[in-house]
């Protein structure tokens, strides 16, 4: 079955220092790779993806995340962290559905991240 | 520019209640989701809507309904609710294909006594 998975339930980071909130992933063919962040009492929102090419996909934020082949992983990076950056990340993959061209999406379980001031 | 609207907020319901969760959205999205969440297990699909006219369960169906009532409406009911069904419920919606992000709801906060 494709999956995702999230390795750390919980990232604690000072502020100032980068970041990193891993993902490994387990689809076949070609992956695409989603990171979604959730603020509380929120949604999640959108904040890059990979489908293909440069293995350094830039989003919102001046979030980054590394997509490596071997390794399996799609990890999230940030070089500089900040306090408003806590919130729940959330790696995602998508799935196909049962009728002709639908795609769900499989999420991970989540990853808290703290940045301490 | 409102997105995905979910209504209500919050909602408190005693055991065996029926209610109905509902959700818009105003991007002329094909596809609609719902989904479930609860600490620990991350989002679970429960239904979604690749387009209209069409719906299919998702990973955790049991206890639920939906109904997509036209390109912008996607309802979730539960007929008789259960405590285990005390959770935070999301609507998205997307363009069809894999490639394309799901936009999300700010959530439906609801509890089952």
């Known amino acids: 079955a494709q999956s995702v998975a999230q390795p750390e339930d919980q990232v604690n980071v000072a502020e100032g220092n980068p970041l990193t909130v891993k993902c490994t992933y387990s689809?076949?063919?070609?992956?695409?790779l989603f990171w979604y962040v959730q603020y509380p009492n929120r949604g999640l929102q959108f904040l890059l993806k990979?489908?293909?090419?440069?293995?350094l996909v830039k989003g919102s934020y001046g979030f980054e995340a590394e997509f490596n082949k071997s390794q399996t992983s799609f990890h999230l990076k940030k070089p500089s962290a900040l306090v408003s950056d806590s919130a729940l990340y959330f790696c995602?993959?998508?799935?196909?559905?049962?009728?002709?061209?639908?795609?769900?999406?499989?999420f991970g379980k989540g990853t808290k991240l703290s940045v301490i001031p | 520019n409102a997105g995905v609207t979910q209504t209500p907020k919050f909602q408190v319901l005693k055991t065996g209640q029926s209610m109905t969760l509902q959700c818009a959205q105003d991007?002329?999205?094909?596809?609609m989701y719902w989904y479930r969440q609860d600490p620990g297990m991350g989002l679970r699909l429960i239904y979604y809507?690749?387009?209209?006219?069409?719906?299919d369960k998702g990973e955790v169906p049991n206890g639920y309904n939906v109904s997509r009532l036209n390109k912008r409406e996607f309802s979730l009911r539960l007929e008789s609710a259960a405590p285990s069904q005390t959770s935070v419920y999301f609507c998205?919606?997307?363009?069809?294909?894999?490639?394309?992000?799901?936009?999300f709801g700010d959530g439906t906060r609801l509890s089952i006594l």
């Open positions: 990979y489908i293909t090419g440069d293995n």
């Open positions: 809507s690749a387009s209209e006219g069409t719906t």
């Open positions: 995602a993959a998508p799935i196909r559905g049962s009728g002709a061209g639908s795609y769900q999406l499989t």
């Open positions: 998205a919606s997307s363009e069809s294909g894999r490639v394309l992000a799901q936009h």
């Open positions: 689809v076949s063919g070609n992956p695409y």
């Open positions: 991007m002329n999205h094909n596809s």
